[in-house]
């Protein structure tokens, strides 16, 4: 865009706009990726990343897991601030993974929020004080906005949805309720009754990073594309966590603290935690189990020599691979 549109478009929109990331060509991307950063194409070649930005993923996404490597950091070093160590292709295989892990995550969640229903709506059908209608009319008038309720009353038309039921949002019971709210509208909904009717088993506080994992990997956010830890936050490790972790061999008080203080390793560990709490079929619990430690063992470390030379990658995984080996064990069962 040339700056008399930029003018021209301001004028329009009255808005200031500013440039802190031009459009780059692919050409240009390849380019600033080596030029700039220092990234080699020695793996698989320039062309090879051309396509691969081209068809695969693109430049901002890619170079978000860059955040796992170092740079120099000596003012007279040559590659001052550039990448050590960086080959293209470990931004490739990071985003391969991520994207199997995101897949993982997202059926874990499925089975979670299905659980998650069947203890609910039992609860609710043995609770002899409630009669499935009064607690969705609390959430109605407690819990939702009337843009919400204008939301949610659509879903009752959706082909999918309406099946289950032919009421208005104020006659429906909670097990029709549940059909139609989204995940973050069902925890909202299942953290209400549970305010009524607490139980130790209810998993109400660790919910939430749940959530959050859940949604990032629907809408296709990068989960591991930063396990540092950061240097300023106001992150609190869930302590229902930490004090399960701890009680895992060979997992020092140090890395536990280190690994939680990163929310995608922290969410992903109440999300294992929170699965192995809440599923309650044996055999679906196997068949997840099973298939993250086809992953664990398998397809992550199919590449494992890209990332000799990264401690940050090598103690995530060993940090990963030990909470998985756990939950994966007969022991939890």
Not at 73 to 82: A, M, T
Not at 214 to 230: G, K, M, Q, T
């Amino acid at each position: 865009m040339s700056e008399n549109h930029i003018k021209q478009l301001n004028a329009t929109i009255d808005l200031p706009i500013t440039i802190d990331q031009p459009k780059l060509s692919i050409d240009a991307q390849i380019a600033h990726l080596s030029e700039i950063h220092g990234v080699s194409f020695d793996i698989k070649g320039i062309d090879a990343a051309k396509n691969f930005l081209t068809k695969n993923n693109y430049y901002h996404k890619i170079k978000a897991y860059s955040n796992n490597f170092s740079t120099y950091q000596r003012n007279d070093h040559p590659l001052f601030g550039k990448f050590c160590n960086l080959d293209f292709e470990y931004l490739v295989e990071l985003s391969v993974l991520d994207m199997y892990l995101r897949r993982i995550i997202i059926t874990m969640s499925l089975d979670i929020e299905h659980f998650l229903k069947v203890k609910l709506i039992n609860d609710i059908t043995c609770d002899d004080s409630e009669d499935a209608y009064s607690i969705v009319n609390q959430y109605i008038t407690a819990c939702i906005s009337e843009t919400k309720r204008k939301e949610i009353s659509e879903k009752l038309n959706n082909y999918y949805c309406n099946r289950y039921n032919q009421h208005s949002l104020n006659e429906i019971p909670a097990w029709e309720l549940v059909e139609i709210l989204s995940f973050g509208d069902f925890i909202a909904f299942y953290e209400l009754y549970y305010s009524f009717h607490p139980t130790k088993d209810s998993m109400v506080n660790n919910l939430k990073p749940v959530q959050w994992l859940r949604n990032a990997a629907a809408h296709n956010n990068c989960i591991i594309n930063d396990l540092n830890v950061p240097e300023k936050s106001t992150f609190q490790i869930n302590k229902t966590i930490n004090t399960f972790v701890s009680k895992i061999d060979g997992i020092s008080s140090t890395t536990r603290e280190k690994k939680l203080s990163n929310e995608s390793i922290h969410d992903f560990v109440v999300l294992l935690y929170v699965y192995n709490k809440v599923v309650t079929s044996p055999k679906v619990k196997e068949k997840a189990m099973a298939k993250l430690k086809e992953f664990v063992d398998g397809r992550m470390v199919l590449n494992k020599h890209y990332f000799n030379k990264n401690s940050l990658l090598h103690s995530s995984y060993n940090f990963f691979k030990k909470i998985v080996d756990f939950f994966a064990s007969d022991v939890v069962y």
